[in-house]
């Protein structure tokens, strides 16, 4: 069972939008949208971002969306802030009632 | 408010056993399977296994079965992970999380435990 594929790394500057890529398969992202988000700062713990693709949860600013085709899922961050510099994890379900997390994507604003 | 508070960090030998702890408080326990998930220094998120509190039904990913066992008891609101023999390589920063089976995602996250395993 192998991690989902992001890029190890993106970045933008204030204001602008980046998009971060989460590459699995036909028995992971592309069998349920049970894609989630999660952004971790350096030194604490994971913060659900999306659930189901697309969802925000209560108190995630709307700066944060999310989407899927196929077999690779998206987050997008637009109107980049430097509280978002963070390393961003995205996870699936899988069809052996597991769950898989993404290799991981650390986010710098410039 | 919901809230998941892990045992502290532990340093322990090749070999030793282990069990961490993670209480949740702010809503009921037994509704809401529990998550353990590793992080290595320096490395990513790994999705370790679950447990129903109210059956104490568990599913392991494959590459932790066998090495670690995940429990809860209900009656005191706490979930655990456990080793018998533990390794170098199981030095790492462990984490408790709710998992919201409706919405498949892990909605609340403990503050981890950090394990030190070193001769």
């Known amino acids: 069972q192998s991690a989902l594929t992001q890029p190890p790394s993106v970045s933008g500057s204030p204001g602008q939008s980046v998009t971060i890529s989460c590459t699995g398969t036909?028995?992971?992202?592309?069998?349920?949208?049970?894609v989630s988000w999660y952004q971790q700062p350096p030194g604490t713990a994971p913060k659900l971002m999306i659930y189901e693709v697309s969802n925000r949860p209560s108190g995630v600013p709307d700066r944060f969306s999310g989407s899927k085709s196929g077999n690779t899922a998206s987050l997008t961050i637009s109107g980049l802030q430097a509280e978002d510099e963070a390393d961003y994890y995205c996870?699936?379900?899988?069809?052996?009632?597991?769950?898989?997390f993404g290799t991981g994507t650390k986010v710098t604003v410039l | 408010e919901v809230q998941l508070v892990q045992s502290g960090a532990e340093v322990k030998k090749p070999g030793e056993s282990l069990k961490i702890s993670c209480k949740g408080s702010g809503y009921s326990f037994y509704s809401y399977w529990i998550s353990w998930v590793r992080q290595m220094p320096g490395k990513g998120l790994e999705w370790m296994g679950r447990?129903?509190?109210?059956?104490?039904?568990?599913n392991y990913r494959p590459s932790f079965q066998g090495h670690v066992t995940i429990s809860a008891d209900k009656s005191s609101s706490t979930a655990y992970l456990q080793w018998s023999s533990l390794k170098a390589s199981d030095t790492a920063i462990y984490y408790c999380?709710?998992?919201?089976?409706?919405?498949?995602?892990?909605?609340?996250w403990g503050q981890g435990t950090l394990v030190t395993v070193s001769s």
């Open positions: 996870s699936s379900y899988t069809t052996s009632s597991t769950f898989v």
């Open positions: 999380a709710r998992l919201d089976v409706v919405v498949t995602a892990l909605d609340y």
């Open positions: 447990i129903d509190p109210s059956d104490s039904y568990t």
């Open positions: 036909s028995s992971d992202v592309g069998s349920y949208n049970r």
